[in-house]
């Protein structure tokens, strides 16, 4: 008899995201709330007080019982920022701590300043045994994935898992299952797979099969898999292979430790209490952290990076890791670099994306493992990153394209939050000019409130720093309210320092506009960012002698015509892509 099977959860399909948990946190934590976050009054607070703040998009009428409360209580708990509610058979309460009330952990997770800061803070709680397995013990299941991919590795030589494989056979095991069997079913699932004619109707056919054992949806499957891949790319062990995932190079001998524990016989209670103290890492001990140190240098030179030796001291774990972490980031801007050389072969992607945004979120699906997406609920996050890697993909930046960005990204280059507050969206610096982007999904008659102030000043801010370079204020909506063209269409700041009068060049364009002009730069072949300065000294052109429903209907005819006269010459193909060597050449200056 076949055994019946269920999934198990790290996330809450009913918070796609990990990446605001953080965002949700600080303002529960500010609250009223705190340690006072159960029955219907308070639930429905929290959940008004979540989209008051913009963490969450409560329809009217969509939710009138707080239920979305309820989910973020419970990944609050799960992560061991609060202090989970004890069964009586597990101990009593007052042994762990006040019932949603913040732990040190969750203290430590609220000063976590950097993304990489926050990824541990979610691997430690992620590392703890806190999910029951029949009859006694508990696992973690971000151990168990690591195992298995392990395991694949030593098979393969590599530790990639393919979404339908993580679907099918990662999420619904445990440490009671057989390593070698699981692994054995992956791999007979991976050969049948590859010589299948239709790998959609193939996967649509293994995953009725797996369901005839699981009691609930089919659907949950795939829709499982995906926010589980999510939740656990944030521990920052992971990365993005298609739709599957594999360990990051960088973290295989924290993946390795991690493995060597599956199983925790201890109780739930003594769990909780590692969760909310801060359960502590392998990369806590010396030898382990000296060890990844080791193998990150050892992949730095394999890769041809030029780096600075990590200096003494390097006694403690601390200081090793804190030596380990700035070769990291040296690392990623590297892969950053190559990443910004590839983005005018994906021109038609950055299109998609753009395309994506203006329907207000969704997906598009190009083949069975290639599939984007654009979360409704992140809608600002991705039109911040689209519109960077459209100015990657124009290229002759003179400045690194880490320099371009405010926002934070995964290593993957998904886009994890905005950019912070109090500076410009997009710093474009070129040759003879500088283009600063402030982009929005403000479309209201409050847009102008919101934007008319910080963009002005920003701008202000960008001639300061550029001159004597012209800089070009570039505005990009889904649509333009036309209180906020009037505003720069008069384009007036005065200075902090002595009241200097600037007369700034602010062009507001729709992002559908940009997209416009974006593809027949692409399809003409003549994709240079003077065409864009262009562009924006045409829409400019005699602003003060219109009002703003005139300058409106003017800049639409300039993006037409322009369009127009792009797509008129002739259509070339993009020449096929060379990642330099040395991807910060293109960059440094004679």
Request: hydrophobic share 40%; glycine share 6%; proline share 5%.
């Amino acid at each position: 008899m076949v055994r019946e099977i269920d999934i198990w959860l790290v996330g809450n399909t009913g918070l796609r995201s990990p990446n605001r948990i953080q965002e949700g946190f600080r303002i529960y934590a500010e609250s009223p709330f705190v340690g006072n976050f159960r029955g219907r009054d308070n639930e429905i607070g929290f959940m008004n007080l979540l989209n008051e703040r913009g963490i969450i998009h409560n329809e009217a009428g969509k939710d009138v019982s707080g239920s979305h409360a309820r989910k973020w209580r419970l990944m609050f708990a799960k992560n061991g920022l609060i202090y989970p509610q004890l069964k009586k058979e597990d101990g009593a309460q007052d042994s762990l701590g006040a019932l949603d009330a913040i732990t040190p952990f969750g203290r430590t997770f609220l000063i976590a300043d950097t993304y990489p800061a926050m990824q541990e803070c979610f691997l430690r709680a992620m590392s703890v045994a806190q999910f029951p397995l029949p009859g006694e013990g508990y696992f973690a299941p971000l151990r168990w994935v690591l195992t298995i991919m392990l395991e694949l590795e030593r098979r393969t030589g590599s530790s990639e898992i393919s979404r339908i494989e993580f679907a099918l056979w990662a999420q619904t095991t445990t440490p009671q299952d057989d390593l070698s069997a699981v692994v054995g079913r992956i791999l007979d699932l991976r050969e049948r797979r590859q010589h299948a004619a239709s790998k959609r109707k193939f996967d649509r056919g293994e995953i009725e099969r797996r369901a005839e054992c699981y009691q609930k949806k089919a659907d949950n499957f795939l829709d499982y898999a995906d926010m589980n891949m999510r939740y656990l790319r944030i521990t920052g062990i992971f990365q993005r292979r298609g739709r599957g995932l594999m360990i990051l190079p960088t973290k295989h001998v924290l993946a390795e430790q991690l493995a060597q524990s599956l199983v925790s016989e201890d109780s739930l209670l003594h769990s909780y209490k590692v969760l909310c103290a801060g359960a502590p890492l392998p990369t806590d001990d010396v030898p382990v952290a000296r060890k990844l140190l080791d193998e990150l240098q050892k992949l730095l030179k394999e890769r041809h990076i030029a780096f600075e030796p990590p200096a003494p001291p390097l006694e403690t774990a601390v200081q090793i890791n804190v030596a380990r972490q700035r070769l990291e980031q040296l690392l990623a801007q590297t892969d950053e670099m190559q990443y910004a050389q590839r983005q005018c072969h994906e021109w038609r992607e950055i299109s998609d994306y753009m395309t994506l945004i203006l329907r207000g979120g969704g997906k598009k699906t190009y083949d069975e493992d290639y599939e984007i997406e654009v979360p409704r609920d992140e809608l600002p996050v991705y039109l911040e990153w689209i519109l960077w890697r459209a100015i990657l993909a124009i290229n002759h930046l003179t400045t690194m394209p880490y320099e371009v960005r405010g926002f934070k990204m995964d290593a993957d280059f998904m886009p994890v939050s905005t950019a912070g507050g109090g500076k410009g969206d997009l710093y474009s610096e070129f040759d003879d000019f500088a283009i600063l982007t402030e982009v929005t999904m403000s479309s209201s008659s409050r847009q102008e409130a919101m934007e008319g102030e910080p963009v002005r000043r920003h701008v202000s801010d960008a001639v300061l720093r550029w001159a004597p370079k012209p800089v070009y204020g570039l505005f990009i909506a889904v649509k333009i309210d036309t209180n906020t063209a009037e505003t720069f269409r008069h384009g007036i700041w005065y200075t902090k320092q002595e009241d200097v009068r600037q007369e700034l060049q602010i062009v507001p364009l729709t992002l559908a506009q940009y997209q416009m002009y974006f593809n027949a730069m692409f399809e003409s072949g003549k994709i240079s960012p003077f065409h864009v300065r262009e562009l924006l000294l045409y829409c400019g052109k005699n602003r003060a002698e219109m009002d703003a429903p005139a300058w409106k209907r003017h800049i639409e005819h300039v993006i037409r015509n322009q369009t127009e006269a792009l797509r008129a010459s002739y259509v070339y193909e993009v020449p096929p892509m060379q990642v330099a060597a040395d991807p910060f050449a293109a960059y440094r200056k004679e």
